[in-house]
């Protein structure tokens, strides 16, 4: 059995789709971050960054996969561009709407009509005044000296300066996991070079006792298919028990996709678990199950 494994062809066209995508989306969900905070006054960190960081994952891989991009590097790359797209946006728009409509408020008592340049000088003034910066990166320290406030009960815990950037390191590394394994794994999704497609939906086509599933996998990896067909039963197996299934694309009959798994059965369905995975010819397969029907053939008289 052949292990599969992406060509790493990424095409430039799904390349760009995914990569338009991605922002976009990265957009939307750091502005929609922003939004919640600001007019809702509600923080929820980690949760927050993480259910917008999965919307994005989601989409991506959706459109790698559309895209048809095979490279795992290329895939997590794009990953990390939207993960700083949606963590740059939600912390500009605080920073452009937010503190510079505050800055304006105050301004206001004095001018009564300030300037955006007017506004712009008031908040490099300020920012530098208190972190020694001006504009964005000034903003962030700032960010950074107010800090982060964990109410518990009865005392509040409050992250400043370096805890700050350590809390945000791993909020945020968090997050870019998500937005790494989606897209890698969308570009690791089973395709076959030579239909120029993904394998379609798995077809169940033997069971096994669950108590063969360490030598099912053992015979598999090393490729004796007819001591694994061996193994296998045409006769529905009762659960819990090993699944055989195939996948296969149009005419690509050197590289069916075959996986063996663990399923049991519990109270709402079917939980699943993968022995091996791999790679077989037709004509590998067709091997495994004659093995399968020898064992059931009446004995010669």
Do not use: C
């Not at 995508?21 to 007019?39: D, E, F, W």
């Not at 559309?66 to 605080?94: C, D, E, P, Q, W």
């Not at 452009?96 to 009564?112: C, G, H, P, S, W």
């Amino acid at each position: 059995m052949r292990i599969y494994k992406a060509s790493g062809i990424a095409p430039l066209p799904g390349v760009f789709i995914a990569l338009i995508a991605g922002l976009i989306v990265a957009v939307i969900m750091g502005s929609v971050l922003y939004v919640t905070r600001r007019y809702t006054g509600i923080n929820l960190v980690i949760l927050f960054p993480g259910l917008a960081g999965s919307v994005v994952a989601f989409v991506l891989f959706k459109a790698i996969t559309f895209g048809k991009v095979r490279n795992g590097v290329i895939a997590a790359l794009i990953g990390v561009i939207a993960m700083v797209a949606m963590i740059g946006t939600y912390h500009y728009s605080l920073y452009q709407f937010q503190f510079k409509d505050l800055t304006r408020e105050v301004l206001i008592k004095t001018v009564a009509l300030p300037t955006d340049a007017a506004v712009n000088k008031f908040s490099d003034q300020f920012l530098k005044t208190q972190t020694g910066a001006i504009g964005f990166f000034g903003f962030l320290q700032l960010q950074a000296q107010q800090g982060i406030t964990f109410i518990a009960d009865p005392p509040k815990v409050q992250l400043t300066g370096v805890g700050y950037w350590i809390f945000k390191a791993f909020e945020y590394g968090l997050v870019m996991l998500v937005l790494v394994i989606g897209p890698w794994m969308a570009a690791n999704e089973p395709f076959s070079e030579v239909d120029q497609q993904y394998y379609g939906p798995e077809q169940l086509i033997l069971t096994a006792p669950l108590a063969n599933a360490a030598p099912i996998k053992t015979v598999l990896k090393s490729g004796a298919f007819e001591e694994a067909g061996a193994l296998f039963q045409h006769d529905r197996t009762d659960f819990p028990r090993v699944e055989l299934a195939v996948s296969r694309t149009a005419t690509d009959s050197e590289n069916l996709i075959v996986t063996a798994s663990e399923v049991v059965q519990n109270g709402t369905g079917e939980l699943k678990s993968k022995v091996i995975t791999g790679l077989m010819s037709q004509l590998e397969l067709d091997r495994l199950r004659s093995a399968v029907v020898a064992r059931f053939e009446p004995a010669a008289r």
